[in-house]
C-alpha cells in the first residue's frame, strides 16, 4: 500500500470519512454531467412507469449503463478495496442533486439503519462530486469518530425538504464538532455506514450534483443475519473479486439504458428493499423520495 493509500485508511478507521480523494478527471466529470443533464432534458418522463427521479434516487446502476461503470472505476475500486478487502459488491448506486437556492437538506443519519445490514463495518460510500461541492452548495458534514458507536435512535420526520426516505434524523447530534467535507468536481469522499452525517442547502450558484455508490462486502449479509435484520433476499452488482455464492442475486449491469428485462429486476429490487427500509416506519415510504428540487 503507498503512503497516501495508508494515511486514507488510517484517517478512515479514525474518523469513519474522508474527503477530497480523487476519483474522476475533468473530462470524466464532464462527459458523466453531460450525460445525468441531456437525461433530464430528454427523458424525465422516465421509463417502465418510474419517474427519471426515481431511477436518480436509488438503484441507478440496475439500468443506467453509465452509472454502473462509473460503480466499477478500478481508481475508486482501488481505494475501496484497500478498506473492505477485495471481494467487492455496488449495493447501490444514487444521485444526490441540490438545485440553486433549492430548500433540499439532508438531515443527520447513519446511513445504514434502515438496510437490513445490522451494524456492520462492511459497508462504505463512495460520495463523487460532479460539480462544485463547496462549503456553500451545501457540502456534507460528518461528525468524527461517530462510527465508533452503535446504531443509534432515528426520529421519522417525513420533512418535504429532506432527501431521506423517511427524513429520519437522530436527536442527539454534537454539531459543534461536524467538519465539512468540501470537494472539487471529481473528488470523492468516503463514509461508513455508522458515520454520522448531514447537509445543508445550495447557497451556490451552480447546481450541486453527487453521486453516491454504496460499497458492501460478500459477508454483509452474514452479519446482518446474526443479527436477526437481514432481508429474505437482497441483490447487488459484483465489481471485483470473487462472485459470492450464497444469499446474494448478482446483478450483471444494465443490457442497455432502460431495458425492459433490467426495468422488470429493477421492480423487482425495488418491491424487496422497499419493504426492509419501511419497517417500523408509521407513514408509507416512498423508495424514494423525489431527490431534486428547483
Ligand atoms: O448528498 C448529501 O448531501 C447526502 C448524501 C448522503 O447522505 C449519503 O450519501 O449517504
Redesign the pocket.
Given at each position: 500500500m503507498d503512503h497516501d493509500m495508508t494515511t486514507t485508511v488510517s484517517d478512515f478507521r479514525k474518523n469513519g470519512f474522508v474527503a477530497g480523494l480523487p476519483a474522476l478527471s475533468a473530462e470524466q466529470v464532464k462527459t458523466l454531467r453531460d450525460f445525468i443533464e441531456d437525461l433530464e432534458a430528454n427523458h424525465a418522463e422516465g421509463a417502465g412507469g418510474h419517474r427519471l427521479d426515481q431511477f436518480f434516487r436509488v438503484n441507478g446502476h440496475v439500468v443506467i449503463p453509465q452509472l454502473a461503470e462509473v460503480a466499477r472505476n478500478p481508481q475508486i475500486l482501488d481505494v475501496i478495496e484497500s478498506l473492505l478487502g477485495p471481494d467487492l459488491l455496488a449495493w447501490s448506486v444514487?444521485l444526490?442533486i441540490?438545485e440553486p437556492g433549492s430548500t433540499k437538506t439532508?438531515s443527520w443519519?447513519q446511513?445504514i439503519t434502515y438496510w437490513g445490514m445490522g451494524e456492520t463495518d462492511d459497508e462504505v460510500?463512495a460520495?463523487i462530486a460532479l460539480s462544485d461541492v463547496s462549503v456553500e452548495a451545501?457540502?456534507?458534514r460528518f461528525i468524527p469518530g461517530s462510527h465508533k458507536g452503535g446504531l443509534v435512535e432515528h426520529n421519522d420526520t417525513f420533512s418535504e425538504d429532506n432527501?431521506?426516505s423517511r427524513g429520519q434524523e437522530i436527536a442527539d447530534v454534537r454539531e459543534a464538532e461536524a467538519v465539512h467535507g468540501p470537494l472539487k468536481p471529481g473528488e470523492m469522499s468516503l463514509?461508513h455506514g455508522r458515520c454520522f452525517?448531514?447537509?445543508g442547502q445550495n447557497k451556490s450558484a451552480d447546481r450541486r450534483i453527487?453521486m453516491?455508490i454504496r460499497y458492501v462486502t460478500p459477508g454483509v449479509r452474514d452479519h446482518a443475519a446474526g443479527h436477526g435484520t437481514a432481508p429474505e433476499h437482497d441483490w447487488a452488482m459484483p465489481v471485483r473479486g470473487e462472485t459470492p455464492r450464497g444469499g446474494w442475486d448478482c446483478i450483471a449491469g444494465p443490457r442497455g439504458l432502460f431495458h425492459p428485462a433490467d426495468l422488470a429486476l429493477y421492480d423487482r429490487i425495488l418491491e424487496g428493499q422497499s419493504k426492509t427500509l419501511a419497517a417500523g416506519a408509521e407513514n408509507d415510504v416512498g423508495m424514494y423520495a423525489t431527490n431534486t428540487a428547483s
Amino acid at each position: 500500500m503507498d503512503h497516501d493509500m495508508t494515511t486514507t485508511v488510517s484517517d478512515f478507521r479514525k474518523n469513519g470519512f474522508v474527503a477530497g480523494l480523487p476519483a474522476l478527471s475533468a473530462e470524466q466529470v464532464k462527459t458523466l454531467r453531460d450525460f445525468i443533464e441531456d437525461l433530464e432534458a430528454n427523458h424525465a418522463e422516465g421509463a417502465g412507469g418510474h419517474r427519471l427521479d426515481q431511477f436518480f434516487r436509488v438503484n441507478g446502476h440496475v439500468v443506467i449503463p453509465q452509472l454502473a461503470e462509473v460503480a466499477r472505476n478500478p481508481q475508486i475500486l482501488d481505494v475501496i478495496e484497500s478498506l473492505l478487502g477485495p471481494d467487492l459488491l455496488a449495493w447501490s448506486v444514487e444521485l444526490f442533486i441540490k438545485e440553486p437556492g433549492s430548500t433540499k437538506t439532508v438531515s443527520w443519519h447513519q446511513d445504514i439503519t434502515y438496510w437490513g445490514m445490522g451494524e456492520t463495518d462492511d459497508e462504505v460510500t463512495a460520495w463523487i462530486a460532479l460539480s462544485d461541492v463547496s462549503v456553500e452548495a451545501g457540502c456534507m458534514r460528518f461528525i468524527p469518530g461517530s462510527h465508533k458507536g452503535g446504531l443509534v435512535e432515528h426520529n421519522d420526520t417525513f420533512s418535504e425538504d429532506n432527501l431521506l426516505s423517511r427524513g429520519q434524523e437522530i436527536a442527539d447530534v454534537r454539531e459543534a464538532e461536524a467538519v465539512h467535507g468540501p470537494l472539487k468536481p471529481g473528488e470523492m469522499s468516503l463514509h461508513h455506514g455508522r458515520c454520522f452525517h448531514a447537509s445543508g442547502q445550495n447557497k451556490s450558484a451552480d447546481r450541486r450534483i453527487g453521486m453516491a455508490i454504496r460499497y458492501v462486502t460478500p459477508g454483509v449479509r452474514d452479519h446482518a443475519a446474526g443479527h436477526g435484520t437481514a432481508p429474505e433476499h437482497d441483490w447487488a452488482m459484483p465489481v471485483r473479486g470473487e462472485t459470492p455464492r450464497g444469499g446474494w442475486d448478482c446483478i450483471a449491469g444494465p443490457r442497455g439504458l432502460f431495458h425492459p428485462a433490467d426495468l422488470a429486476l429493477y421492480d423487482r429490487i425495488l418491491e424487496g428493499q422497499s419493504k426492509t427500509l419501511a419497517a417500523g416506519a408509521e407513514n408509507d415510504v416512498g423508495m424514494y423520495a423525489t431527490n431534486t428540487a428547483s
